[in-house]
């Protein structure tokens, strides 16, 4: 057991509020098979197999990110993380893979007992290939309908996860999202993921009606994450500010929206956009082309960034939770903290003495 650092507050509130939160997020812990509903949610480069085993050691539920890898080394990830947790973990599947089949059919080898399904609307025949293999499958809701059609398409749970999040994003922010749609699903747990930064946050979406909470961005600095020393020093230097979404000029060339750091690559997107924007006008290339040029832009920019370091001119995807990002500290000193200001908001209440 992790010994709790609430204070001034007695022990037996201390024991009050620690049952309390156990209570809160039971569902999600017996869905989860954890003991902590704190989900690390998957981040493409970044959750590899010692972030993941990690977070599943220290009690909460690890996702291995398989982001752009061909199916073998997707299998290689997962049984690396078996070799250093015996915790149950998940693997996020991006939808739109060109070997979305062949990631699906590891995952069922591999005996993997939650996928997550991301990147867009899964397809109806995905989600029956998992379910018919016994797989619990954790779709993305980001509006009340969709969240609707996921679980009549056979979802067992979902993440709503709000624009403050890092990486990609929709329009609305967590707090709305959660406003929207916790009061209406109550047939599957449902876990808030964007903008979470310490636990008096997560205790506040539980008692929503909330069964966990998915963090990214929190969880880069860990020391078990394998991402570049140079990536790691510009999210402990960022702050919520900086975490900027990635800007459209031209409504005819549509940018998918990207939270990420601040930095020379978002000024020369910005430049690209204009050189495109220019182009077309001038007659000098077609719309369609174009677009596709704004869409490869990013390619394997967020490689360059978590691996190789070059924090110029790679995306540094991050949420605005980032400002919490103080030090680089340990999985389990992050659940620690993220525990024991949940524990501390439940302790302190008036009801308790
Ligand atoms: C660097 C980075 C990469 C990410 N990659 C993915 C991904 O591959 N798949 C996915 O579903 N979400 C991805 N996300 C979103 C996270 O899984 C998580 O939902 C999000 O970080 C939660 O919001 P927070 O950053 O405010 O904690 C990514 C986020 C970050 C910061």
Known sequence: MISPTISPIDDTRTEVAMDHLKGLWARGCEFLQCEYAILGGAMTWVSEHNLVAAISNAG??????????????LR??????RSKTKKSFG?????????????????IEESISHVVLAGGVPSKQSIEILKKAGVKIICFAPA?????????????ALVIEGNEAGGHIGPVSTSVLAQEILPHIKNVPVFIAGGIGCGDIMVSYLEMGASGCQLGTRFVCATECQAHPDFKKAFMKGAARHAVVSSQIDPRLPVIPVRALHNMATEDFMNFQREMIK???DGLLGLSEA???????WAGSL???????DIDHGSLMAGQSVGFVKKEASVQ?????LLGQAWRILGSRASYS
């Open 60 to 73: 909460g539920f690890g996702i291995l990110a398989s982001g752009a890898m061909p199916a073998d080394i």
């Open 76 to 81: 290689e990830e997962i049984k690396k993380t």
């Open 91 to 107: 693997v996020n599947i991006i939808t739109l893979h060109p070997q979305l089949d062949d990631l699906i059919q590891v995952c």
């Open 144 to 156: 009340l309908v969709l969240a609707k059609r996921m679980i009549q398409y056979g979802a067992d």
């Open 279 to 281: 182009r077309v006008d």
């Open 291 to 297: 677009q596709m040029e704004i869409e490869h832009f």
């Open 303 to 309: 490689r360059k960034a978590v691996v190789d370091g």
């Open 333 to 337: 000193e992050i659940m620690n903290e």
